[in-house]
T-cell receptor, first 114, second 112 residues
Framework: AQSVTQPDIHITVSEGASLELRCNYS??????LFWYVQSPGQGLQLLLKYFSGDTLVQGIKGFEAEFKRSQSSFNLRKPSVHWSDAAEYFCAVGITSGTYKYIFGTGTRLKVLA | NAGVTQTPKFQVLKTGQSMTLQCAQDMNHNSMYWYRQDPGMGLRLIYYSASEGTTDKGEVPNGYNVSRLNKREFSLRLESAAPSQTSVYFC???????????FGQGTRLTVV
């Protein structure tokens, strides 16, 4: 069955430190890949997406993600975290299996220490 | 351009009551989705509609029904609410299979 795994439920980093959030997917082909951010009490905002081409994609707010086909991964990175980045981050895949479905991981909650 | 609009934003139900969550999008999107969000479980797909006139079960469809009323509207119905359905519900839509999803602001539902 198709699935998305975010192995880290919580991550804490200091402001200014680098960040990497992990995402692995299970699917027979290359899906469409997305990262979303959710601030407390808010809806979801798209950070970046990968469909094809260059495997390193740039997004908003200084985030980037790298697609690695061999590892079925799409990890999110940021070189220097800001206190305002504290939020919950979701990896999602869009897959076509008869019809098109959009599946999310369980999320990683990021805490930033001043 | 309102995007995806969900109503209501908050609701408290008694066990056994029924209600319908409404969702409408004005972006001419083909596909629409209902998710529930619970702590530690991320967003789980309840039902989706790939196009007008079609609906399919997602990961957690039990206790819910949906109607794709037209291209714009996709409603979620709880026929007999249970405390286990206490959650935050999100509606989303996509234009095509390789485009991002746009989300409503969510409905916080409490079943007592």
């Amino acid at each position: 069955a198709q699935s998305v795994t975010q192995p880290d439920i919580h991550i804490t980093v200091s402001e200014g430190a680098s960040l990497e959030l992990r995402c692995n997917y299970s699917y027979g082909a290359t899906p469409y890949l997305f990262w979303y951010v959710q601030s407390p009490g808010q809806g979801l905002q798209l950070l970046l997406k990968y469909f094809s081409g260059d495997t390193l994609v740039q997004g908003i707010k200084g985030f980037e993600a790298e697609f690695k086909r061999s590892q079925s991964s799409f990890n999110l990175r940021k070189p220097s975290v800001h206190w305002s980045d504290a939020a919950e981050y979701f990896c999602a895949v869009g897959i076509t299996s008869g019809t098109y479905k959009y599946i999310f991981g369980t999320g990683t909650r990021l805490k930033v220490l001043a | 351009n309102a995007g995806v609009t969900q109503t209501p934003k908050f609701q408290v139900l008694k066990t056994g009551q029924s209600m319908t969550l409404q969702c409408a999008q004005d972006m001419n999107h083909n596909s629409m989705y209902w998710y529930r969000q619970d702590p530690g479980m991320g967003l789980r797909l309840i039902y989706y509609s790939a196009s007008e006139g079609t609906t399919d079960k997602g990961e957690v469809p039990n206790g819910y029904n949906v109607s794709r009323l037209n291209k714009r509207e996709f409603s979620l119905r709880l026929e007999s609410a249970a405390p286990s359905q206490t959650s935050v519900y999100f509606c989303a839509s996509t234009f095509m299979s390789n485009t991002e999803a746009f989300f409503g602001q969510g409905t916080r539902l409490t079943v007592v």
